[in-house]
C-alpha cells in the first residue's frame, strides 16, 4: 500500500509537467496557425479566417475545458508577446473571451459523452454559442476599439463594409452581416478539422498522462 502511494505520488508530478508541456506546445502551434490568414468575399480585408482554435480544440478534447482555457490564454499571451498589440490589450482580452466561447462549451458537451455525436454535438453548441459572444463583443468592444486605436471614425469602418455589402450601415448590420457568417464559418471548419484529425493525435497527447 505504501509502495503504491509513492509511485502514484511520484507520477504525479511528471504527469503535471508534461500536461503544462503539452498545453505550451498547443499554444505554440496556435500561434503559428494565426499567421495563416485566409480572406473572405464578404467581410473587409482585416476579418480573415484563420485555424489557430484546432489546437485549442484538441487540447480541450484531451485534457478538459480548463486545460483549454489555459490553452487559449497561452496563445493570446505568446501572439502579444511576439506581434505586440495596437489596442493596450483590449483587442487580445475579447479575443480571448470569443476562444473560449467556442472552445470550453464543446468540450463540456464531450466530457459528457465522449463520442463522436458528443464531439458534434459540442462543437455545434460552441459555434452558436461563438457567434453570439463575438457578435457582441465585435459590435460593442472590437470595432470601437480598433477605431480608436487607428483614428478612423466609426463611419469610415463601416464603410468599408458597406464596400463589400451595401446592406450593411451600422454596427448592427455589420455584426449581422460580417461577424456571425465568419464565426459561423470559423467554427463549421475549426470543427471538421477537429474530427477529421483528433482520434490520430489524441492517443500522443494521452500517452504517459496517467
Do not use: H, W
Amino acid at each position: 500500500m505504501n509502495t503504491d502511494t509513492v509511485t502514484k505520488t511520484g507520477r504525479k508530478p511528471k504527469a503535471n509537467v508534461r500536461r503544462m508541456a503539452q498545453m505550451g506546445m498547443l499554444a505554440a502551434i496556435s500561434v503559428v496557425l494565426m499567421l495563416f490568414e485566409i480572406p473572405l468575399p464578404f467581410a473587409p480585408a482585416f476579418y480573415e479566417i484563420d485555424f489557430s482554435e484546432v489546437p485549442v480544440m484538441v487540447g480541450c478534447f484531451t485534457m478538459g475545458p480548463i486545460a483549454g482555457a489555459v490553452i487559449e490564454f497561452l496563445k493570446i499571451l505568446l501572439n502579444f508577446a511576439v506581434n505586440g498589440t495596437d489596442t493596450a490589450g483590449v483587442g487580445e482580452f475579447a479575443n480571448f473571451l470569443i476562444g473560449c466561447s467556442l472552445v470550453v462549451p464543446a468540450a463540456m458537451v464531450y466530457k459528457k459523452k465522449r463520442t463522436k455525436a458528443g464531439a458534434i454535438a459540442g462543437m455545434a453548441m460552441g459555434t452558436l454559442f461563438m457567434t453570439v459572444v463575438g457578435g457582441f463583443l465585435n459590435a460593442f468592444v472590437l470595432l470601437p476599439t480598433y477605431a480608436k486605436a487607428f483614428g478612423m471614425p466609426m463611419d469610415a469602418l463601416i464603410g468599408m463594409g458597406s464596400a463589400v455589402n451595401p446592406s450593411i450601415t451600422s454596427l448592427t448590420t455589420f455584426a449581422l452581416f460580417v461577424v456571425v457568417p465568419f464565426n459561423l464559418l470559423k467554427g463549421f471548419l475549426v470543427s471538421v478539422i477537429v474530427l477529421l484529425i483528433y482520434k490520430k493525435i489524441s492517443p500522443i497527447l494521452k500517452m504517459g498522462s496517467s
